[in-house]
């Protein structure tokens, strides 16, 4: 899977799924922080709970609870990234 | 004036009554095992702790069975032993009735809506979805145990059974009710166990409250009912003791987040505070805390702290213990089966212990209860914590130990403001009378609604659409009355009930309907949350930093007088300060063609949909704030049945006087004092639409006529089939300005 097409699938799926309105997938910075307050898109836990079950859906990859997440939550670019591996590794 | 507890009755995973209940949890038995009830694939966990061998059956008239439900059942059974042990029935005398819950029929329907939503033709009146709306559990408990004269159905989430027991103490408090029996009560079901599953928040073990190593609730079922009675009245009809006292108890919203609770429990421990003022008691005279405890990492911290935060040092002598190790959280039902734990704690001089705790987390410094207790116990604190941040706690004391509270005297209460969000727009406190006026009939179907027109949509992303439309509406009419929740010195002040008849039908569908379709692992945490009948109310609260009480109800085509009276009553006697009540009603296929004709009858006109919000404020609140009303509230009323003598004590009509109902003419049984009867007569439906919140939108266009100097007075008559409201406003005036606008 090319990177840069995971990477827009994935924004498009943010902004649909969080229902992030008003916000465009191009209007996410790849390497910004996703959850925390103020900071990045400012995502909370019940988002990064429906991040991870339309992931699965979206793209068959399976997000890992717990600590593990943490990293893979990170941002755009980290996320992609467990995606294209995970479905290299398939 | 002491509130007595004269009677318990309860279902619960461990037994049926409220003494197996107890002797139970006091021998440490826990009661999760597979569940039975129904089965998904790909479900993650199959604990659960149901109620052994309740069908709706046992309940229903002979042959109705498809129209009643689990939670019908395990309401009347615990309904009819409290009462028997009171010594008390509603043929008798005349007692009043509120139930808390959140799914009522919903393990009958949900796989029936999911049907439904393939195939839009076969959407139709069907008696098997009679019980799906919140409210079906009170008709159909009233149905089988006699005619309660006065009912509620409501809903805060986790906390709805504990809000129950709130307003039956605010109504007794009040001098309109003797005899309340109030509780909560909740099935199982695959909404609830799959949503709950989503969310992460279930431990595919037995719980443990409080552990290290917690990892989240399993859930349950069951129903308590208590009857609650002023000690005079009870020792008239000859009880001189009862099983203990409630004596105190608070309320209030976090106004923070959809599911997770604040960190810190700042507002848990405002309401816990609260409910010890009311009581006047300090820490040093409460012996156990009956805990939320629901197992979850953040509610166990959250109310930890709360706890801390209000008993000072005397955390370290006062035992906690959470039931739900060995029941698990039984939803709607849990803050009711907990406050008859509570009395029972009391009555029996034993604490029941913590099941599943085996090392405390550092997190959680509390004085545990890890085994069954022997002490005097004086006085219990029972707290109860829901989706949304709605947050109850409830005091109970042993008879007669602590000084009698005085009845507080009863509060005027004025209307300040008033919005609806509906065919017309956003129509503020004086413009609602564009309802009466003449002109065309709405658009079927739903209303022209851009969110992004009132509301900052990255932050109201969460709501969903009956969500944001009570958002709008509540939050127009604080604007008009001047009142910014946010403003930390008022947040607290400011609550909100508001009802849905049918709660988020289309929503719980899509939710079912994604299960079957995509499997268990797919269903939507996000969604979830939005589908308890509290979400919208709780969203606006937590969109517009509403820190008072915060909670739905549901009552048919009657919700929005309903939460108007609701609010009324707890004004009244001190129990909240200003409120925005009413209700959101949305345009849906399975409403129009299935909910709406089997419940409330083939609708005669456009179906429309629209949200109000009528804003409730104490008289002597308004005034401190230098605020003059748009009208007073002098009168209101509530009835079952056909209504027979309910505007005995209505006061008389003004000159500029007139009638306004929502949907339609009144019923024929229903006969208006003859002065009334003579006044015009009208209805906002030809323009608003026929929704079961068009009563909402009759209350504002009174509100507006009255507020332009256009009537002196207004009677708002709501009614549904063996239910109706009535409200009277009147001019706020002085008399040197008489009328102009």
Partial sequence: MDPADVRQKLKELMVTELNLEGKAPSDIDDAAPLFGEGRGLGLDSLDALQLAMSVEEKFGVRVPEGDEARSIFASVNALADHIVRAKAAA | ?741
Wanted: charged content about 20%; overall charge negative; hydrophobic content about 45%.
């Fill in chain 2, 1 to 741: 004036m002491r509130i007595w507890v004269t009677g318990i009755g309860v279902v619960s995973p461990l037994g049926r009554g409220a003494g197996v209940t107890m002797d139970r949890l006091l021998a440490g038995d826990r009661a999760f095992g597979e569940l039975s009830l129904f089965h998904l694939p790909d479900m993650r966990t199959r604990l659960a702790a149901e109620a052994p061998g309740i069908s709706a059956a046992e309940v229903a008239p002979e042959g109705d069975a498809e129209a009643w439900s689990r939670t019908d059942a395990m309401s009347v059974l615990a309904v009819r032993e409290a009462l028997v042990q009171a010594g008390v029935a509603p043929a008798a005398a005349p007692i009043d009735l509120i139930v808390g819950g959140t799914t009522a029929g919903m393990y009958e329907t949900e796989d029936l809506l999911a049907e439904l939503s393939r195939d839009a033709d076969a959407i139709k009146p069907l008696r098997a979805m009679l019980t799906h709306p919140l409210s079906s559990t009170a008709d159909h408990v009233r149905a089988a145990v006699g005619p309660f004269r006065r009912v509620r159905s409501l809903c805060s989430a986790c906390s709805s059974g504990a809000n129950a027991l709130l307003l039956a103490a605010a109504w007794i408090r009040a001098g309109v009710s003797h005899c309340v029996v109030a509780g909560g009560a909740d099935g199982l079901c695959r909404l609830t166990y799959t949503g709950f599953g989503a969310l992460s928040a279930v431990d595919p073990n037995p719980c443990r409250p409080f552990d290290k190593r917690r990892a989240g609730l399993n859930l349950g079922e069951g129903a308590a009912f208590l009857v609650l009675e002023p000690e005079d009245t009870s020792r008239a009809r000859g009880v001189t003791r009862p099983i203990a006292e409630l004596v105190g108890w608070g309320v209030g919203a976090e106004a923070h987040h959809i599911t997770n609770p604040e960190r810190e429990g700042r507002t848990a421990a405002r309401v816990m505070r609260a409910a010890l003022a009311k009581a006047r008691l300090s820490p040093a005279d409460i012996d156990h805390v009956n805990a939320h405890g629901t197992a979850t990492p953040l509610n166990d911290s959250m109310e930890a702290a709360a706890i801390r935060a209000c008993f000072g040092p005397e955390v370290e002598r006062v035992l906690v213990s959470s039931v739900k190790g060995q029941i698990g959280h039984t939803l709607g039902a849990a803050g009711a089966i907990e406050a008859a734990v509570s009395v029972m704690t009391i009555a029996r001089g034993e604490i029941p212990p913590t099941q599943g705790l085996e090392e405390v987390d550092p997190a959680c410094p509390l004085a545990h209860a890890t085994r069954a207790t022997k002490a005097d116990v004086r006085a219990v604190m029972s707290n109860s914590f829901g989706f949304g941040g709605t947050d109850t706690s409830l005091v109970f004391a042993a008879p007669g130990v602590f000084p009698a509270p005085e009845a507080p005297p009863r509060r005027a209460v004025v209307v300040v403001s008033a919005a609806t969000i509906g065919p017309l727009g956003v129509l503020g406190a004086r413009e609602n009378d564009a309802y009466l006026k003449p002109g065309p009939a709405p658009a079927p179907g739903p209303i022209a609604f851009q969110a992004a027109d009132h509301l900052d949509v990255g932050r109201a992303r969460r709501l969903d659409r009956a969500g944001r439309l009570s958002a709008v509406a509540i939050q127009r009419a604080l604007r008009d009355a001047g009142l910014d929740p946010l403003d930390p010195s008022i947040g607290a002040d400011v609550g909100a009930i508001l009802g849905a008849a049918f709660g988020s039908v289309d929503g719980s569908t899509a939710f079912m309907r994604r299960i079957y379709e995509k499997g268990v692992k797919f269903a939507s945490p996000a969604d979830f949350p939005n589908l308890v009948p509290s979400s919208p109310v709780g969203h606006a609260s937590i969109y517009l930093g509403l820190r008072g009480p915060v909670f739905a109800v549901a009552d048919l085509g009657v919700t929005a007088e309903c939460a108007v009276v609701t609010a009324a009553d707890l004004i009244a006697v001190g129990e909240g300060e200003v409120l925005a009540a009413g209700s959101v009603e949305e345009a849906s296929p399975m409403i129009e063609r299935c909910l709406g004709p089997i419940c409330s009858g083939e609708a005669r006109g456009v179906r429309s949909e629209g949200a109000s919000a009528i804003l409730l404020e104490a008289e002597e609140h308004a005034k401190a704030r230098g605020i003059r009303p748009l009208a007073r509230l002098p009168w209101w009323t509530s009835w079952r049945g056909a209504g027979a003598g309910v505007f005995k004590d209505a006061p008389a009509p003004s000159q500029r006087s007139a009638v306004l109902t929502g949907q339609e003419d009144l019923p024929p049984g229903l006969h208006l004092p003859e002065a009334w009867a003579r006044v015009p007569h009208r209805a906002v439906a030809p323009r608003a639409g026929v929704h079961e919140g068009a009563g909402g939108f009759a209350l504002a266009a009174a509100l507006a006529a009255i507020a332009r100097g256009e009537l002196d007075a207004a009677l708002v008559v709501g009614h549904a089939p063996e239910r109706g409201y009535a409200l009277l406003l009147t001019a706020e005036r002085s008399p040197d300005d008489s009328g102009s606008s």
